[in-house]
């Protein structure tokens, strides 16, 4: 119904198109495909049981592509492969060529990746390009470069950007500044980061007591204790670009132990 659309079916059944240009490039051959809307899979030849409603969503999209939903307007528009994603909001993902198993809902959604594989993206002004990434927030950035597709990145707040190079590492950041933004860079293996709740304060707090206001971290629990790391100090002498401040319980000698240079 409209025009321009499906007009060039070949052997697909169950398909239906609705608006303008829609399903209409390609001698289509694959079953259970729904466009409605302007511009939607305007390329598609064999892929099945894709969706897509709204304006320009995946106008590439060609060959046995199957099993994608897009809602909403200008998404995936650079995408010519890939299947098992969900795209919807505006502006979302509009510059990988492959895109597989990712999830992106919200609002100018973005990759630097040309592939990009069991990415999710949930919030505004995010930036994913390291693969299996999970970013949920607010302005958030992981892996600004093509390089930093191998990462595993995760992030849950607002103004972070992750980035580096090391072998093998991830970065897991968890909090949020509302004034500016912080900069995660990756280490080697796996990192967990948890920023401070407020500009002002910056505090992290464990447990549901309220916080000391001059303490940068405060643990609460009446049953559990906070415990140190535990060195021998075989351990401790082999660590290297230690700066003041730094504590751990030496098990070699049943003592705590900190760090004062000079």
């Known amino acids: 119904i409209g025009s321009t659309v499906a007009r060039n079916l070949s052997s697909a059944s169950n398909t239906v198109a609705l608006g303008l240009n829609c399903l209409d490039n390609g001698v289509l051959t694959g079953n259970n495909n729904v466009a409605l809307g302007q511009g939607n899979l305007r390329a598609l030849t064999s892929g099945a049981q894709n969706v897509a409603a709204g304006l320009n969503l995946a ?19 650079a995408q010519t492969a890939g299947s098992d994603n969900v795209l919807a909001g505006p502006t979302v993902l509009v510059g990988p060529a492959t895109l597989n198993t ?18 999710t993206l949930i919030g505004r002004n995010i930036v994913g390009t390291s693969n299996s ?6 302005s958030l950035t992981a892996g600004a470069n093509t390089g930093d597709a191998s990462f595993h990145d995760c ?9 580096g190079n090391a072998t093998n590492g991830c970065a897991y950041v968890f909090g949020v500044d509302e ?8 280490q080697a293996s796996q990192n967990l980061f948890i920023l ?11 447990g549901l007591a309220n916080t000391v206001p001059l303490g940068c971290i405060d643990c ?23 700066v003041d401040g730094m504590m751990i319980y ?3 000698t049943g003592k705590i132990q900190g760090y004062q240079s000079g």
């Open 155 to 163: 992030a849950l707040g607002d103004n972070v950007t992750i980035s």
């Open 59 to 77: 106008p590439a999209l060609v060959g046995a592509q199957d099993n994608n939903t897009y809602l909403g307007a200008t998404i995936a528009t």
């Open 220 to 242: 609460r629990n009446a049953t559990r204790p906070f415990i140190l790391p535990l060195l021998t100090t075989a351990q401790r002498n082999a660590l290297v670009g230690v």
């Open 179 to 186: 004034a500016a933004v912080t900069a995660v860079t990756r």
């Open 196 to 206: 401070p709740g407020h500009s002002t304060h910056n505090d992290v707090r464990v």
């Open 250 to 252: 030496n098990t070699t």
């Open 133 to 138: 990434c999970v970013l949920v927030g607010n």
């Open 102 to 119: 990712c999830v992106a809902l919200g609002t100018n959604l973005s990759s630097a990746a040309a592939a990009l594989t069991d990415a």
